[in-house]
T-cell receptor, first 114, second 112 residues
Framework: AQTVTQSQPEMSVQEAETVTLSCTYD???????LFWYKQPPSRQMILVIR??????QNATENRFSVNFQKAAKSFSLKISDSQLGDAAMYFC???????????FGQGTTLQVKP | DAEITQSPRHKITETGRQVTLACHQT?????MFWYRQDLGHGLRLIHY???????NKGEVSDGYSVSRSNTEDLPLTLESAASSQTSVYFC???????????FGQGTRLTVV
């Protein structure tokens, strides 16, 4: 079975500082994808970043980057220069290349302090 | 622009009633999914479909059903609503191999 675990229910960061959200996963598949989604109070699910498991290079999208450790099955999200608009719940998700199913973690609520 | 829409956005229903939540996508995606979101559990997969006439059970499918008669729609039916089914429900669609999923705005369902 595929599982995703986010062990930090809540995190806080000072505006302009850097924060890292943790995610671990488990899968028996060799071909899969990993995602971070952001859910602001509006409830809309927004894709932040995507990583293909076969790529060794860590994905980066502007202030957002990941640390993908395939052997450790770890996929953390780093947010640099945090902004007030980054305050949201963040979900880590594991996608199967065979089935297309997305399995989500429990979520981490990020608070950004001015 | 292509989109995925859910209706209604909010619904209150009584225990024992049948409820149907609508999901319509114009992405022309074959894959469609229904999730429920509950505090402490993240999003849990209820049912999913790979195409017309195809439906599959997810990890929390008891008490729910879906049908896929065309590419665009995947309605979710609660056969006999229970208070444990009070939740926020999300519909999503994606291409098959690892592409991002596109989500609807969610439906907040309250069963009283």
């Amino acid at each position: 079975a595929q599982t995703v675990t986010q062990s930090q229910p809540e995190m806080s960061v000072q505006e302009a500082e850097t924060v890292t959200l943790s995610c671990t996963y488990d899968t028996s598949e060799s071909d899969y994808y990993l995602f971070w989604y952001k859910q602001p109070p509006s409830r809309q699910m927004i894709l932040v970043i995507r990583q293909e498991a076969y790529k060794q290079q860590n994905a980066t999208e502007n202030r957002f980057s990941v640390n993908f450790q395939k052997a450790a099955k770890s996929f953390s999200l780093k947010i640099s220069d945090s902004q007030l608009g980054d305050a949201a719940m963040y979900f880590c998700a594991l996608g199967s290349s065979n089935t297309g199913k997305l399995i989500f973690g429990q979520g981490t609520t990020l608070q950004v302090k001015p | 622009d292509a989109e995925i829409t859910q209706s209604p956005r909010h619904k209150i229903t009584e225990t024992g009633r049948q409820v149907t939540l609508a999901c319509h996508q114009t992405w022309n995606h074959n894959n469609m999914f229904w999730y429920r979101q509950d505090l402490g559990h993240g999003l849990r997969l209820i049912h999913y479909s790979y195409g017309v006439q195809d439906t599959n059970k997810g990890e929390v499918s008891d008490g729910y059903s879906v049908s896929r008669s065309n590419t665009e729609d995947l309605p979710l039916t609660l056969e006999s609503a229970a208070s444990s089914q009070t939740s926020v429900y999300f519909c999503a669609s994606s291409e098959l191999r690892g592409a991002e999923a596109f989500f609807g705005q969610g439906t907040r369902l309250t069963v009283v």
